[in-house]
Protein backbone atom coordinates (compact mmCIF):
# COMPACT_ATOMS: atom_id res chain seq x y z
CA UNK A 1 0.00 0.00 0.00
CA UNK A 2 1.04 3.36 -0.66
CA UNK A 3 0.53 6.09 2.04
CA UNK A 4 0.68 9.58 1.31
CA UNK A 5 0.56 11.91 4.66
CA UNK A 6 1.01 15.46 5.35
CA UNK A 7 3.22 17.38 2.25
CA UNK A 8 3.87 14.70 0.22
CA UNK A 9 0.19 14.12 -0.93
CA UNK A 10 1.15 17.67 -3.11
CA UNK A 11 4.29 15.71 -4.48
CA UNK A 12 2.56 12.53 -4.77
CA UNK A 13 -0.51 13.98 -6.97
CA UNK A 14 1.69 14.37 -9.97
CA UNK A 15 1.91 10.92 -12.16
CA UNK A 16 5.32 9.98 -12.33
CA UNK A 17 7.15 9.40 -15.46
CA UNK A 18 8.84 6.46 -14.74
CA UNK A 19 5.90 4.21 -13.39
CA UNK A 20 6.18 0.35 -14.31
CA UNK A 21 5.12 -0.91 -18.01
CA UNK A 22 1.73 -1.48 -18.36
CA UNK A 23 2.21 -4.90 -20.07
CA UNK A 24 4.11 -8.27 -18.30
CA UNK A 25 4.26 -11.28 -19.23
CA UNK A 26 2.68 -13.47 -16.89
CA UNK A 27 2.55 -17.34 -15.92
CA UNK A 28 -0.66 -17.97 -14.88
CA UNK A 29 -0.50 -19.58 -10.98
CA UNK A 30 -2.65 -19.78 -8.23
CA UNK A 31 -3.47 -16.52 -6.34
CA UNK A 32 -0.74 -17.03 -3.87
CA UNK A 33 1.69 -16.28 -6.37
CA UNK A 34 -0.55 -13.31 -7.65
CA UNK A 35 -0.60 -11.72 -4.12
CA UNK A 36 2.81 -11.74 -3.34
CA UNK A 37 3.56 -10.14 -6.79
CA UNK A 38 0.51 -7.61 -5.89
CA UNK A 39 0.71 -7.48 -2.15
CA UNK A 40 1.39 -4.58 0.22
CA UNK A 41 2.28 -3.61 3.98
CA UNK A 42 -0.49 -3.32 6.20
CA UNK A 43 -1.14 0.33 7.62
CA UNK A 44 -0.18 -0.94 11.23
CA UNK A 45 2.74 -2.58 10.11
CA UNK A 46 4.10 1.28 8.74
CA UNK A 47 2.78 2.85 11.78
CA UNK A 48 0.99 5.41 9.89
CA UNK A 49 -2.42 7.05 11.14
CA UNK A 50 -4.79 6.61 7.34
CA UNK A 51 -7.88 8.12 7.51
CA UNK A 52 -9.05 6.85 3.44
CA UNK A 53 -7.80 4.33 1.75
CA UNK A 54 -8.52 3.85 -2.21
CA UNK A 55 -8.27 0.25 -3.42
CA UNK A 56 -8.59 -0.48 -6.81
CA UNK A 57 -9.70 -4.68 -7.13
CA UNK A 58 -8.24 -6.85 -9.56
CA UNK A 59 -9.99 -7.93 -13.04
CA UNK A 60 -9.78 -10.40 -15.97
CA UNK A 61 -11.13 -10.45 -19.50
CA UNK A 62 -10.49 -11.59 -23.31
CA UNK A 63 -9.32 -8.75 -25.81
CA UNK A 64 -12.08 -7.14 -26.79
CA UNK A 65 -14.40 -7.59 -23.72
CA UNK A 66 -15.63 -5.75 -20.73
CA UNK A 67 -13.95 -5.66 -17.47
CA UNK A 68 -15.55 -4.46 -14.18
CA UNK A 69 -12.74 -2.60 -11.45
CA UNK A 70 -14.24 -1.67 -8.22
CA UNK A 71 -12.97 1.42 -6.62
CA UNK A 72 -13.58 1.17 -2.84
CA UNK A 73 -12.82 3.54 -0.07
CA UNK A 74 -12.06 1.96 3.55
CA UNK A 75 -12.85 5.08 5.66
CA UNK A 76 -11.12 5.29 9.41
CA UNK A 77 -12.60 6.27 12.68
CA UNK A 78 -15.18 9.34 12.65
CA UNK A 79 -13.99 10.44 9.67
CA UNK A 80 -17.14 11.42 7.44
CA UNK A 81 -15.54 12.21 3.65
CA UNK A 82 -16.95 14.44 0.91
CA UNK A 83 -15.97 15.55 -2.30
CA UNK A 84 -13.54 13.07 -3.73
CA UNK A 85 -11.52 13.18 -7.10
CA UNK A 86 -10.03 9.53 -7.94
CA UNK A 87 -7.89 9.45 -10.66
CA UNK A 88 -6.51 5.52 -12.28
CA UNK A 89 -3.24 6.03 -14.77
CA UNK A 90 -3.59 2.67 -16.99
CA UNK A 91 -1.83 1.30 -20.60
CA UNK A 92 -3.87 2.58 -23.06
CA UNK A 93 -2.48 0.24 -25.12
CA UNK A 94 -4.03 -2.57 -23.42
CA UNK A 95 -7.57 -0.70 -21.68
CA UNK A 96 -9.70 2.07 -22.59
CA UNK A 97 -12.13 3.36 -19.51
CA UNK A 98 -15.85 2.34 -20.86
CA UNK A 99 -17.27 4.25 -17.87
CA UNK A 100 -17.50 4.96 -14.52
CA UNK A 101 -21.09 3.74 -12.74
CA UNK A 102 -22.12 4.72 -9.25
CA UNK A 103 -21.92 1.74 -6.51
CA UNK A 104 -23.41 1.83 -3.51
CA UNK A 105 -21.16 4.40 -1.81
CA UNK A 106 -21.98 7.05 -4.39
CA UNK A 107 -26.01 6.16 -3.73
CA UNK A 108 -25.57 6.34 -0.23
CA UNK A 109 -24.53 9.77 0.16
CA UNK A 110 -26.62 10.97 -3.02
CA UNK A 111 -23.42 12.01 -5.05
CA UNK A 112 -23.08 12.85 -8.39
CA UNK A 113 -20.83 10.88 -10.49
CA UNK A 114 -18.53 12.19 -13.12
CA UNK A 115 -15.64 10.84 -15.39
CA UNK A 116 -13.25 12.15 -18.17
CA UNK A 117 -10.04 10.94 -19.91
CA UNK A 118 -6.96 12.73 -20.16
CA UNK A 119 -3.52 12.24 -22.19
CA UNK A 120 -0.21 12.12 -20.22
CA UNK A 121 2.03 13.83 -22.09
CA UNK A 122 5.14 12.81 -20.92
CA UNK A 123 3.90 8.89 -22.45
CA UNK A 124 1.76 8.34 -25.15
CA UNK A 125 0.66 4.89 -23.87
CA UNK A 126 -0.71 5.94 -20.53
CA UNK A 127 -4.10 7.56 -20.11
CA UNK A 128 -5.27 8.82 -16.64
CA UNK A 129 -9.54 8.26 -16.04
CA UNK A 130 -10.62 11.31 -13.49
CA UNK A 131 -14.08 10.48 -11.68
CA UNK A 132 -15.03 13.10 -9.10
CA UNK A 133 -17.91 12.32 -6.78
CA UNK A 134 -19.46 14.89 -4.92
CA UNK A 135 -21.94 13.93 -2.19
CA UNK A 136 -25.60 15.33 -2.01
CA UNK A 137 -25.94 18.35 0.69
CA UNK A 138 -25.31 17.21 4.39
CA UNK A 139 -24.63 13.92 3.02
CA UNK A 140 -20.92 11.66 3.02
CA UNK A 141 -19.37 9.13 1.74
CA UNK A 142 -18.87 6.04 3.78
CA UNK A 143 -16.78 2.82 3.91
CA UNK A 144 -17.92 0.81 0.58
CA UNK A 145 -17.76 0.97 -2.80
CA UNK A 146 -18.04 4.37 -4.30
CA UNK A 147 -17.68 3.77 -8.37
CA UNK A 148 -17.54 0.83 -10.44
CA UNK A 149 -14.81 1.90 -13.31
CA UNK A 150 -15.68 -0.21 -16.76
CA UNK A 151 -12.18 -1.00 -18.46
CA UNK A 152 -12.88 -2.38 -22.42
CA UNK A 153 -9.27 -4.75 -23.28
CA UNK A 154 -8.00 -3.71 -26.36
CA UNK A 155 -8.75 -5.93 -29.32
CA UNK A 156 -4.66 -6.54 -30.31
CA UNK A 157 -4.02 -7.05 -26.49
CA UNK A 158 -1.84 -9.87 -25.82
CA UNK A 159 -2.89 -13.19 -23.84
CA UNK A 160 -1.25 -13.22 -20.73
CA UNK A 161 -0.89 -9.60 -20.17
CA UNK A 162 -1.52 -7.08 -17.40
CA UNK A 163 -2.93 -3.56 -16.59
CA UNK A 164 -1.83 -1.64 -14.06
CA UNK A 165 -4.42 0.34 -12.85
CA UNK A 166 -2.38 3.26 -10.58
CA UNK A 167 -4.57 5.52 -8.19
CA UNK A 168 -4.52 8.74 -6.84
CA UNK A 169 -7.13 10.42 -4.11
CA UNK A 170 -7.64 13.73 -3.34
CA UNK A 171 -10.41 14.10 -0.82
CA UNK A 172 -11.88 16.85 1.85
CA UNK A 173 -14.31 16.03 4.60
CA UNK A 174 -17.65 16.29 4.40
CA UNK A 175 -19.46 19.78 6.18
CA UNK A 176 -19.80 23.36 6.32
CA UNK A 177 -15.77 23.47 6.99
CA UNK A 178 -14.47 21.04 4.75
CA UNK A 179 -10.56 20.47 5.37
CA UNK A 180 -8.54 18.15 2.56
CA UNK A 181 -7.70 14.50 4.08
CA UNK A 182 -3.86 14.01 3.54
CA UNK A 183 -3.52 10.94 5.39
CA UNK A 184 -4.16 8.57 2.21
CA UNK A 185 -4.15 5.32 1.78
CA UNK A 186 -3.63 3.50 -1.83
CA UNK A 187 -3.70 -0.20 -3.32
CA UNK A 188 -3.05 -0.56 -7.00
CA UNK A 189 -5.11 -2.63 -9.44
CA UNK A 190 -4.76 -4.40 -12.28
CA UNK A 191 -6.68 -6.39 -15.61
CA UNK A 192 -5.27 -9.54 -16.31
CA UNK A 193 -5.86 -10.02 -20.03
CA UNK A 194 -6.67 -14.13 -20.59
CA UNK A 195 -8.75 -16.54 -21.90
CA UNK A 196 -9.51 -18.36 -18.40
CA UNK A 197 -11.02 -17.58 -15.47
CA UNK A 198 -8.51 -16.23 -12.65
CA UNK A 199 -9.45 -18.19 -9.57
CA UNK A 200 -9.37 -16.46 -6.13
CA UNK A 201 -9.06 -19.08 -3.44
CA UNK A 202 -8.34 -19.00 0.59
CA UNK A 203 -6.35 -21.10 2.79
CA UNK A 204 -9.13 -22.76 4.97
CA UNK A 205 -9.09 -26.32 5.00
CA UNK A 206 -12.79 -28.20 5.00
CA UNK A 207 -13.62 -30.53 7.78
Known amino acids: MKILTGERVAENWQLSTTRRAGAMTLVWLAVPVAAGLFGTESV ?24 VIQATLRVAGDTEVGAI ?17 KEIGAYASDAEVTSTV ?24 PTGTVVDLVFKVDEEAPLHAAATLEPQLRAETAGDSPRPISAIGLDDGVIFVGETTLVFSCFFYMH
Open 44 to 67: QAQNEPVEVTLDLGMGQGRPGASV
Open 118 to 141: EGVETDLEKSVAVISVTPGPGMWI
Open 85 to 101: EIRVEFPNNLVTLQEAR
